[in-house]
């Protein structure tokens, strides 16, 4: 007597979907949890060793001239602050020479109009590095305000010397609408990808807006010259290519973070997320892998809960493991939100979870056929 198995299609789409959940909560339990248990390092209560911190500023005016003073004004004892005015044209290079009449820590970079240079940021950076009279460099953008006068204790070089790279968190500046709560959201499950990430000995990416290196460790690599062809990558693809689980390590204090400007208008965002999905094709191959599958998980996770909600006999269980993965992230990622600065937005995690999927689905197929961009 032959005996014959036999699935439906449902009990199948049900079994995948159930396979979903088991990856979805891989990352959360064994990856981001560890950022949410992590302890949190106290400021140093004095500066060891100088530092140079490295803004880079293409019009910003404005920006400079509320938030320089705060950079300019650190609790740290020895450092430089070298601001790199590239090819501006709306009074920075005025204000940056008020500003050096004032300070005498800080130094001007100019980059000139001219065909005999790269432009773009990279450039703007290179400079900047090469000005700098420092070993150790933090970097933020014009745009961007250290939380207190101690970010630059706590943004020092480590106590280990192996230690070249310091990965610190940069949140957005809250606003009123949905698209500064999106934009914040997003923001925060980068940080929490790749804060978790680097404490599993898997550091893959970095915010340029807050995080430090060793000068050495730039140049003993030829700085950006493996992809200077493309406008970004500046930080991401730079700790991408040179960062490992001995010489890595994080900063997730309030007063290490440093506070930005968000976009206000949805094409400025697309616009900047396009820059960074062109960054991340050049990826070592397995954090592609890593960061593709959990877009796909995700993705094949929604579509699978709504899909299995047409079928009587998988709307029950399909609805049990929906509300499992529900329940089991809101036990993690509020906390995590609260720790990350962004606690007002703990409520709207599983509305804010959904249109996060739908805009980096919408942004990644929008990528694949707007290829032009560019810094400033």
């Known amino acids: 007597m032959e005996l014959t198995l036999s ?65 300019l004004n650190q609790n740290f004892t020895d450092y430089e602050v070298v601001v790199v005015n ?11 020479e008020e500003f050096a009449k004032q300070y005498n820590h800080l130094k001007i970079v100019t ?24 070993e150790w460099l933090v970097f933020t953008d014009a745009d961007c305000v250290p939380a207190s006068s101690n970010w630059l204790l706590g943004m020092q070089q480590p106590d280990k010397d192996q230690t070249e790279i310091l ?9 009123k609408g949905l698209l500064n709560a999106l934009i914040r959201f997003e923001t925060f499950f980068t940080a929490v990808n790749y804060l978790s990430f680097a404490l599993k000995g898997m550091p893959y990416m970095g915010v340029g807006r ?32 040179h960062a490992n689980h001995k010489n890595t390590a994080i900063r997730i204090n309030k007063d290490t ?39 796909v998980i995700q993705f094949l996770f929604y579509v699978l809960f709504a899909v299995l909600l047409c079928f009587k ?29 962004y606690g007002d937005l703990s409520w709207w995690f599983p509305i804010l979870d959904i249109l996060l999927f739908i805009f980096l689905v919408f942004n990644g197929i929008l990528s694949i056929f707007v290829k032009k961009v560019q810094w400033k």
């Open 257 to 295: 973070q440093v506070w930005s400007e968000p976009n206000t208008s949805f094409s400025a965002y697309l616009r900047q997320k396009k820059r960074h999905f062109g960054a991340g094709k050049l990826y070592k191959s397995r954090h592609k892998f890593i960061l593709s599958a959990q877009i």
């Open 86 to 96: 590239d090819r501006s044209w709306d009074g920075t290079k005025e204000l940056l």
């Open 111 to 134: 980059v000139n109009e001219g065909s005999k240079f790269i432009a773009g940021k990279k450039f703007a950076v290179t400079m900047g590095i090469k000005a700098a009279s420092n």
């Open 210 to 241: 807050n995080m430090a290196y060793k000068k050495s460790l730039f140049f003993n690599n030829k700085g950006f010259a493996a992809h200077m062809h493309i406008p970004s990558g500046d930080d991401d693809l730079f700790v991408n290519a």
């Open 7 to 71: 699935m439906s299609p449902e009990t199948c789409l049900l079994g995948i979907l159930f396979f979903c959940l088991l990856i979805q909560l891989y990352f959360s339990l064994f990856v981001h949890l560890k950022l949410g248990l992590a302890k949190v390092d106290e400021i140093p209560d004095k500066a060891v060793k100088p530092l140079s911190v490295v803004i880079c500023a293409r019009n910003e005016v404005e920006n400079l001239k509320q938030y320089l003073p705060v950079v």
């Open 167 to 175: 990965l610190g968190f940069s949140p957005y500046l809250k606003k």
């Open 313 to 341: 006999a998988t709307l029950c269980p399909a609805m049990i493991l929906f509300v499992l993965s529900i329940l089991i992230r809101c036990f993690i990622y509020p906390k995590l939100l609260k720790r990350l600065s």
